[in-house]
């Protein structure tokens, strides 16, 4: 993985930034040493590492605007990072970056349960936001894995997702406003307590822009009703092929399902291993189908869902009947990362998505690609939406493991573009999938999205190195080709 | 002498527009020409038409996704999905009779007019919007021509996708100032099984606000929620009998949940809740389907030919307030509160002042729209919600990153780009 080179003129201005800088902040916000900065120098992609120029901890938007409006006088590049969780390198610092932490934008501001929403500084947990409504029945439903630690500007940052998508989207469809400073001090507000934009739905397009537009300072979310109530179905399957028809037909037969997991035989048995949630062993896939909603709703549905397991061949067919019972079948799932990491010293966990009916053909050429490997793949599948996470194991001990690993992920996603899928479902692009973007995208679509960064960062300063192969200013991103000429298409029809 | 462009092949459309960048010559981007009466006027002469990239591409089912050409008619998509139990979740109004040369009432079961592009481009949802979300949760991906006659695309054909930036967000709602849009993916829902409706008569504003977000903030999942003020619920075949104000809650689903959960909705708001012993009905499905189309197509509104009408976005609980403080001005306006109050129609005399309009929301309160009036009107009055100057900038910039000679309905949404 390259990154942009360090640029000199960057680097010789390190001390007297440093001064700047704790002018504006308690010299403790100011982190300079390198023992301080250590903790700031990977993110979860943690096989990449990178001592960031300096590291501040702002604790107001005030202060924030200062920092940026200094680097931006400077013409310093910026890196803007709230848990550190991501998976794709998005918060990786760069050797001549000021990393901006905003772990002290830790406030929850308003719960307004009259207008079903709730504002919070963008350094709070995704988990926090839901905890904070949940006396009164409500919660946050996007649930990323990570939702312990991981911060709902980062959430923003990433368009981050969880096992309830399919039903309750995204960050993107949860969001009604923001607040933001733009790399030269600027603060906007976009949205707020309403449904849709009064202009260019820039908040849209800010969600899952990876910090390359601007800083999230404070996030809107829209909280919902608790569901009544939630039941699973533990269906086991002798083939991938009976596993993926039943998920055809659970959707056909126009059910949305608020989860639909699928686990392969490794996972199986790997989670059972480790927290023994009694998964059926002899199963070669296995399906988790949560359906919540009112009770009533709720019992009519999984009753057709566990017809149409039977109905398809499935091996083995559990129905929760309680609380402790559904979470118990969601326990092996939820332990998925860590039962892998017990088997292997290292894995990759990446992250395409497809269209569903690809699945058998996508882990057939999975398990090809295995063998020339020469290593193992296992996968977890958030079979309603068609979002496949292989993880690859590996170990970073064995020299050329990492690599072999890294060109194993590179191809899988590949394989995810050429049968009509995409790189990233949810973990982004950062700088895992950075070179693979034109796998998916060719130069005049990079060059508009590029274009729409420098509506926002004409120098290319904020967070430079990730998403895009090669980050061009605004001037380099080419002229109008214009043929000067007469009414083209003289034979269209015309009125 | 006017010109109608009506490319059907992308490299045609990415030539017109190369000539349109040399010859400085801006062009009205049109669809079937539905929502023409929307936005600013604009200096165009002539028309770049969308209608030529039109049939459904790819429909998978099982998917939930569709592509189909930016110009292909609504009613094709809709007529489509319907054979195969699907639909598209945000229910995309049809409020062509608002901008017929002379105001008409929609003929029921007609055709819906407009395309898929044109949905999209207006970010076009109806009442189900505050549950399903917008035109632009569902918007998936394009092909499109830039302002520089450039093609390119943005999105996937997958439901889940954070690859590269949301153009398709952003695109949603822009009106065809930022690109033309040539080939559109949504995804697509299935139809519930069962629609019932529970009405409640007699309520105020302020009742019906507390009343629709109760019934929000419940467990019941409601998919609709509307305020209609007698005058307006008159105009209703479905609920003018009641002769009073009408509260509508819509829920859907499996048909034994739906009798579970309007019984669950009369005893939280009726017996011994908010509203004990108010008067109450349900409807059938069928009716119900008809109400709730006409709440979303504006054809219960008094729409006479001068009349102009506004759509605010607005925090709901403000709505009640913002009601009273613009009719105490005006008391000819008519309105009604859908998306359970998230969004305010308002039908107002010619020349209702916007400052009257706009003034009543709260700071940072959402924003208003002038969705029919005029052409001199809407050169005067801005169209839409005028932005801080930080925000108009970057809308500048947004615009120009796009179109930077701007030929792509120049002046639409704002006189400055």
Not at chain 1, 3 to 25: C, K, N, Y
Not at chain 2, 66 to 86: C, F, K, V
Request: proline residues 6%.
């Amino acid at each position: 993985m390259q990154m942009p080179a360090a640029e000199p003129a960057i680097l010789a201005q390190r001390e007297a930034l440093l001064a700047e800088l704790r002018a504006l902040l308690p010299v403790a916000r100011v982190i300079a040493d390198a023992a301080g900065l250590r903790a700031y120098d990977c993110d979860a992609l943690t096989a990449y590492r990178q001592m960031p120029l300096a590291a501040v901890l702002p604790d107001t938007v005030a202060e924030l605007a200062g920092v940026l409006a200094i680097c931006h006088r400077r013409n310093i590049k910026v890196v803007a990072r709230g848990a550190g969780t991501s998976l794709s390198g998005g918060a990786l610092p760069l050797a001549d970056a000021v990393l901006i932490g905003l772990g002290r934008f830790n406030r929850i501001l308003d719960i307004d349960y009259a207008n079903r929403c709730l504002t919070a500084q963008s350094g709070v947990t995704n988990l926090a936001l839901s905890e904070a409504v949940a006396a009164r029945n409500f919660y946050y439903a996007p649930d990323p894995s990570s939702q312990i630690a991981c911060t709902i500007g980062g959430n923003v940052a990433e368009n981050s997702g969880g096992v309830h998508c399919l039903k309750y989207g995204m960050t993107t469809n949860n969001l009604l406003g923001l607040e933001m400073v733009l790399l030269d001090g600027t603060v906007v507000r976009l949205g707020g307590k309403h449904m849709d934009a009064d202009g260019y739905d820039l908040l849209g397009l800010l969600t899952g822009s990876e910090g390359l537009l601007g800083v999230i300072t404070e996030v809107t979310v829209r909280i919902l009703p608790r569901p009544e109530t939630a039941r699973a179905a533990l269906l086991g399957f002798a083939s991938n092929e009976d596993a993926g028809r039943v998920v055809a037909a659970i959707i056909a037969a126009g059910i949305i399902p608020a989860g639909l997991e699928k686990m392969d035989r490794f996972i199986v048995a790997a989670t059972e291993e480790f927290c023994h949630a009694g998964y059926p062993l002899d199963a070669e896939a296995l399906l988790i189908v949560e359906l919540d909603g009112p009770a009533a709703e709720v019992d009519y549905l999984l009753e057709l869902v566990v017809a149409i397991a039977r109905e398809n061949g499935a091996t083995s067919v559990r129905a929760s009947t309680n609380e402790a019972e559904r979470l118990l079948f969601w326990l092996g799932r939820k332990s998925a990362f860590p039962a892998v990491g017990r088997l292997s010293p290292d894995y990759l966990c990446m992250d395409g998505t497809i269209p569903r009916h690809q699945l058998p053909h996508v882990l057939q050429r999975m398990a090809q690609m295995s063998l020339r490997y020469g290593l193992r793949v296992t996968n977890v599948f958030h079979a309603g939406d068609g979002n496949l996470h292989p993880l690859i194991l590996y170990d970073a001990n064995v020299p050329g493991e990492l690599a072999r690993a890294e060109a194993f992920g590179a191809e899988i996603l590949r394989l995810c573009v050429e049968v009509g899928g995409v790189l990233t479902g949810e973990h982004g692009v950062g700088v895992e999938k950075r070179d693979l973007m034109d796998t998916m995208f060719d130069a005049d679509d990079l060059a508009q999205q590029m274009r729409v960064k420098s509506a926002f960062d004409p120098e290319g300063r904020l967070n430079p190195g990730k998403v895009f192969p090669q980050l061009h200013r605004c001037a380099e991103l080419g002229h109008l080709h214009v043929h000067r000429g007469q009414i083209p298409f003289p034979h269209l029809p015309r009125l | 002498m006017a010109t109608i462009f009506t490319p059907n092949r992308p490299e045609e459309l990415s030539e017109i527009l190369r000539w349109a960048v040399a010859n400085a010559t801006p062009l009205a981007v049109v669809g079937s020409g539905s929502k023409s009466g929307i936005g600013r006027p604009m200096p165009t002469e002539h028309v770049l038409s969308l209608a030529g990239f039109s049939g459904v591409g790819r429909y998978e089912p099982n998917e939930l996704v569709l592509t189909a050409g930016a110009g292909t008619p609504l009613a094709e998509i809709e007529a489509l999905l319907a054979r195969n139990g699907q639909m598209l979740a945000f229910e995309p109004p049809d409020h062509t009779h608002l901008f017929a040369a002379s105001a008409t009432a929609p003929i029921a079961g007609a055709a819906r007019a407009g395309t898929l592009g044109g949905v999209l481009a207006a970010n076009s949802s109806g009442p189900r919007r505050f549950l399903a979300g917008a035109a632009r949760d569902h918007f998936l991906g394009f092909r499109a021509v830039n302002g520089r006659g450039e093609a390119f695309k943005a999105g996937g054909r997958v439901v889940k996708n954070v690859t590269g930036f949301d153009l398709p967000k952003l695109l949603a709602g822009s009106w065809g100032t930022l690109a033309a849009l040539w080939e559109v993916t949504v995804k697509v829902m299935p139809v519930p099984e069962f629609s019932g409706a529970l009405l409640i008569f007699g309520l105020d504003d302020t009742g019906a606000s507390r009343l629709m977000r109760t019934a929000a903030a419940s467990a019941h999942v409601v998919s609709g929620a509307a305020h209609l003020p007698a005058r307006v619920a008159a105009r209703s075949a479905a609920v003018k009998a009641a002769g009073q104000s009408v509260t509508a809650l819509r829920v859907e689903g499996p048909e034994l949940s739906v009798r579970h959960r309007v019984a669950g909705l009369k005893a939280l708001l009726i017996g011994g809740g908010q509203l004990e012993g108010a008067d109450c009905d349900e409807l059938d499905s069928a009716a119900a389907l008809a109400l709730w189309r006409d709440i979303g197509d504006l054809a219960l509104l008094a729409a006479g030919d001068t009349r102009e009408i506004w759509r605010l976005s607005l925090p709901p609980a403000t709505a009640p307030a913002v009601v009273a403080h613009i009719v105490n001005g005006e008391p000819a306006v008519e309105w009604l509160q859908d998306q359970a109050g998230g969004t305010l129609w308002l039908s107002c005399p010619a020349g209702t002042p916007a400052e009257q309009i706009r003034g009543a929301l709260a700071p940072d309160g959402g924003h208003a729209t002038l969705w029919r009036a005029s052409a001199a009107r809407r050169s005067e009055v801005p169209v839409f919600q005028p932005q801080p100057p930080a925000l108009a900038a970057l809308t500048r910039r947004v615009k120009a990153s796009f179109d930077p000679q701007a030929v792509l309905n120049p002046g639409r949404m704002y006189s400055d780009s």
